[in-house]
């Protein structure tokens, strides 16, 4: 059992039995080899045990962060070692060249192992040996082709996943060695772990992609994805013919966007704003701007309907609410389903031309439609109050 040191087998393994410096590995016979391969898959087992073990005894978290750094950058060393003889004159062939990229692999998933399994409590901002960024590069782009092959059986968004591939692939091989962290390559890991989820899974999603859903829970915060969804927001607003029904359309792509889960805690790229942020501003600015446009618009158009009110002349019903408080009601009623028309801008079109207030003979029906999403609580409470009264006299016919 092990009990001082839990690396002490694969230490001596790499740092004496494996360097030739130390020892003539020519010398290790078909045995010998045989031995270190089946111990190197018990080792792994039995290390994972004993951290667990060592872990589930302390209490303390500075004391469980020192233990997991511990065992993290001694795997680290031990990796660069191994990856070190590789490089150096001596070939390693057969069996042997087996044996040298069997324990790589086995350090590997002890690493991806502590990494996934005690993220909290590892330094993710310190930069990664040149020697561990050569496999987990190797590795990403290995699950990349895979991703490739999948996205070409029509299983994900070939465009938004193309996007993601770019995105990835000039970060780990643009980016200057020294300067990548850990928190940076576990990121990419796990996106590609989710992408690789969404491929296996059928996407079930309404409105926005499981890719979009998956981007913006990860903070996916790439300048050209951003500019690509605002793009496509904008060219289903492009499809409305009407003001009104654009910003209707607007309002339901905010809504669910609002909906969408976000994790503040990560991001694709550290040096740039929440995508959360920027997208949210980014509605909020349209809005505004329709909602304005709206309002000039019915302005243009108020002399046109100043007529048509005359037309309809004193026929009109005065309601003792506001137009806030009304166009709240008729929102209601037309999202219930009491009142049945072609649209909600049918509702108002056809029904606020006949009502008025006690300071306001001619309503516009598109600004009574356009404050129902704005309503403050005050109205609402009023609106509330008043139904609640219309219901206690149906009561007491």
């Not at 500075?62 to 001596?90: C, P």
């Not at 992408?195 to 790439?222: C, H, P, R, W």
């Not at 056809?350 to 008025?356: D, K, M, R, Y």
Request: proline share 2%.
């Amino acid at each position: 059992m092990i009990t001082v040191y839990p690396l002490e087998w694969i230490d001596s393994l790499i740092l004496h039995t494996l360097d030739s410096k130390k020892t003539n590995i020519s010398d290790l016979s078909q045995s010998d080899l045989a031995f270190i391969g089946n111990n190197l898959s018990k080792e792994l087992h039995l290390i994972q045990v004993q951290l667990k073990n060592e872990i589930f005894s302390l209490q303390k978290k500075r004391q469980i962060r020192l233990l997991v750094r511990k065992y993290h950058s001694s795997l680290v060393y031990l990796l660069d070692k191994v990856i070190g003889y590789q490089k150096k004159d001596i070939v390693f062939t057969g069996v042997l060249a087996g044996i040298m990229e069997l324990v790589i692999n086995c350090l590997y998933d002890l690493l991806s192992f502590v990494q996934s399994r005690y993220f909290n409590y590892l330094s993710l901002d310190e930069h990664v040996p040149v020697q561990y960024l050569v496999i987990s590069r190797k590795e990403i782009f290995l699950r990349l082709e895979t991703l490739k092959n999948k996205e070409e059986e029509g299983a994900l968004d070939g465009h938004l996943t193309e996007m993601v591939f770019n995105a990835i692939s000039s970060s780990i091989a643009e980016k200057p060695q020294h300067k990548i962290t850990y928190r940076e390559i576990l990121y990419q890991k796990e996106l590609l772990k989710y992408l690789e989820v969404l491929a296996a899974a059928k996407d079930q999603s309404t409105f926005y992609s499981g890719i979009d859903q998956l981007l913006m829970e990860m903070n996916f915060n790439y300048h050209p994805y951003i500019g690509h969804f605002t793009r496509r927001i904008q060219s289903q607003l492009d499809l409305q013919e009407s003001l009104v029904d654009k910003t209707n359309q607007l309002l339901v792509c905010y809504k669910e966007f609002s909906q969408l889960l976000f994790n503040e805690k990560i991001s694709f790229d550290p040096t740039r704003e929440n995508i959360r942020y920027v997208l949210d501003n980014w509605f909020r600015q349209e809005i505004t701007y329709l909602e304005r446009k709206l309002v000039l618009d019915a302005g243009a158009q108020s002399i046109h309907k100043e007529d048509q009110n005359m037309q309809i002349g004193n026929n009109k019903v005065q309601c003792a609410l506001s137009t806030d408080q009304m166009g709240l009601i008729l929102r209601a009623g037309d999202e219930a389903r009491i009142l049945k028309a072609k649209s909600l801008n049918e509702v108002f079109r056809t029904i606020v031309p006949h009502l008025s207030t006690a300071l306001k003979k001619n309503l516009s029906y598109n600004s009574m439609r356009s404050k129902s999403y704005s309503a403050e609580e005050k109205d609402k409470q009023i609106a509330i109050q008043t139904l609640e009264r219309m219901i206690k006299h149906i009561r007491e016919f």
